[in-house]
T-cell receptor, first 113, second 114 residues
């Protein structure tokens, strides 16, 4: 079955350092979404990418969707303690009448002040 | 709007006991989902529903049943709980669209099966 892998599983950075997490799908995706889950919380939607090669920015966060629509990345510039949490990518498939998503395994980000 | 709510927030069961988790949404969403989250495994889809009266199996459906008698509610049942079902359960909902759409998550139910 389809798999979505994320690396790294865990990253510890000093506040102010940059952070990147990578997402790879075993199949071509129709769209990719990114979610953030704070410790003890629930996943919260960040963004959706649909087009091949698409790049979107939200303040210090930059999201990319690969040309082949099989991979994606999230880059955070100058991390802050508020960035702490687990970041999940989630891939959607063509013909998605169900709007089902396959979630990646997540990357836990720890930021040391 | 309350968004997506889940009941209960936390529960301890003994092996073999049954229980029902309730998910309610007030956003008039057609789609609803049940996930379980385990350390290092991400979110895995248990069952989902594309509309009132319809349900379908997800990635890990064994040991669970669901019902969607009303559009706003999605129930997840465990008929005979097992320790392997110890997990955090999240419900989510989304609108019907072919282009992909945000899923809104509830706060989760933490279940411990002894």
């Amino acid at each position: 079955g389809q798999q979505v892998m994320q690396i790294p599983q865990y990253q510890h950075v000093q506040e102010g350092e940059d952070f990147t997490t990578y997402c790879n799908s075993s199949t071509t995706l129709s769209n990719i979404q990114w979610y953030k889950q704070r410790p003890g919380g629930h996943p919260v939607f960040l963004i959706q990418l649909v087009k091949s090669g698409e790049v979107k920015k939200q303040k210090r966060l930059t999201f990319q969707f690969g040309e082949a629509k099989k991979n994606s990345s999230l880059h955070i510039t100058a991390t802050q303690t508020t960035d702490v949490g687990t970041y999940f990518c989630a891939g959607g498939n063509y013909g998605g009448a169900t709007n089902k998503l396959i979630f990646g395994t997540g990357t836990l980000l720890a930021v040391q002040p | 709007n309350a968004g997506v709510t889940q009941t209960p927030k936390f529960r301890v069961l003994k092996t073999g006991q049954s229980m029902t988790l309730l998910c309610a949404q007030d956003m008039n969403h057609e789609y609803m989902y049940w996930y379980r989250q385990d350390p290092g495994m991400g979110l895995r889809l248990i069952h989902y529903s594309v509309g009132e009266g319809t349900t379908a199996k997800g990635e890990v459906p064994d040991g669970y049943n669901v019902s969607r008698l009303k559009k706003q509610n999605f129930l997840l049942g465990l008929e005979s709980a097992a320790p392997s079902q110890t997990s955090v359960y999240f419900c989510a909902s989304s609108r019907r669209t072919s282009g992909g759409m945000t899923q809104y998550f509830g706060p989760g139910t933490r279940l411990l099966v002894l």
